[in-house]
């Protein structure tokens, strides 16, 4: 059984992401868990590069795998609420990775 009901990876390593603002969308998002009274089921941590520059800053969502793509500081409060919170991926935000093409 896991500690935490939610646990949160933001990319704040590699080329792209800590040029993109990810330390504050770490900081946003962990300040939003914590405005919700939530610090003791849902963990916000700071995470190495998740290998997907040029997408950051980079957000993934466990248990659920979820990948968030571009987030901004302003997409905390709908990733805490309507994901973590309330059990709905962000859509809008949701990253897949684009498959290559077929040769």
């Not at 248990?63 to 901004?72: D, I, K, L, T």
């Not at 973590?84 to 093409?101: H, S």
């Amino acid at each position: 059984m896991s500690i935490y009901e939610k646990h949160v990876f933001v990319c704040v390593a590699g080329k792209t992401c800590p040029t993109q603002g990810s330390e504050a969308v770490w900081q946003a998002l962990r300040d939003e868990v914590k405005a919700c009274g939530k610090l003791e089921s849902i963990r916000v941590n700071k995470a190495g590069c998740l290998a997907q520059c040029g997408n950051g800053p980079m957000v993934v969502v466990y248990p659920e795998q979820v990948w968030y793509g571009h987030v901004a500081v302003e997409d905390a409060a709908a990733i805490v609420h309507e994901h973590l919170l309330g059990g709905q991926p962000v859509e809008r935000l949701r990253y897949v990775k684009a498959k290559p093409a077929a040769s």
